[in-house]
């Protein structure tokens, strides 16, 4: 049972628009969401993260969304620039279970100049 | 910082030999992570430890993968005997808790690229 999902496998966008991905999630006990972003022979690195007492957390050019009662965000880049070009991970954690991450399969990002 | 260092970078062997893959955590994180990445599988956590103590292992795979932490800066990710079918990128992970509650940023490091032929 997948408890994290990202139904998208791949994006595609042109430079300067707006980049979504999405994320959906089951466990009703998940109150910490994170994105993490990986390029090619690097490990992941943290990008943005929300808590479940808000629904919008901002930095910069990324943003993400929370809508806990469709167990779903997003996360929005703009503009997207071809250094974003990269794969996304989103993950989910219950803080009452310290530590433990569960993470998407992925969406892997490509912003065309 | 250095950051989380894994070694080795890259690892061919030989079905059936041990395979031993190694990480040290960035220094004060007292929680360390083990993943596995494929194309099918995704992002798996095999394990993960809290000061050094073994937390959930409900991830690793098979008696065949074994993991230690014997101190704060040093863990092991043991595969014996190893399989093809255990072909992946291993990272390792490391975060900041405080009272037994993680901050959840997890730290990650380059990936070990495991071959095995």
């Known amino acids: 049972d997948q408890q994290v999902k990202q139904n998208s496998p791949s994006l595609s966008v042109q430079e300067g628009r707006i980049s979504i991905l999405n994320c959906d999630y089951t466990?009703?006990?998940?109150?910490?969401f994170l994105w993490y972003k990986k390029y090619p022979a690097e490990g992941p690195t943290f990008l943005i993260s929300?808590?479940?007492?808000?629904d919008k957390n901002e930095d910069g050019r990324f943003t993400v969304f929370l809508n806990k009662s469709a167990k779903h965000l997003s996360l929005h880049i703009v503009p997207s620039q071809p250094g974003d070009s990269a794969v996304y991970f989103c993950?989910?954690?219950?803080?009452?279970?310290?530590?433990?991450?569960?993470f998407g399969d992925g969406t892997t990002l490509t912003v065309k100049p | 910082d250095a950051g989380v260092i894994q070694s080795p970078r890259h690892e061919v062997t030989e079905m059936g030999q041990e395979v031993t893959l190694r990480c040290k955590p960035i220094?004060?994180?007292?929680?360390l992570f083990w993943y596995r990445q494929t194309m099918m599988r995704g992002l798996e956590l095999l394990i993960y430890?809290?000061?050094?103590?073994?937390?959930?292992d409900s991830g690793m795979p098979e008696d065949r993968f074994s993991a230690k932490m014997p101190n704060a800066s040093f863990s092991t990710l043991k595969i014996q005997p190893s399989e093809p079918r255990d072909s992946a990128v291993y990272f390792c992970?490391?975060?900041?808790?405080?009272?037994?509650?993680?901050?959840?940023?997890?730290?990650f490091g380059p990936g070990t690229r495991l071959t095995v032929l």
């Open positions: 992970a490391s975060s900041f808790g405080t009272s037994g509650v993680s901050t959840d940023t997890q730290y």
């Open positions: 466990n009703s006990m998940f109150d910490y």
């Open positions: 929300i808590s479940s007492i808000k």
């Open positions: 993950a989910a954690s219950a803080r009452r279970k310290a530590g433990k991450s569960t």
């Open positions: 220094s004060g994180h007292d929680y």
């Open positions: 430890f809290n000061n050094n103590v073994p937390i959930d």
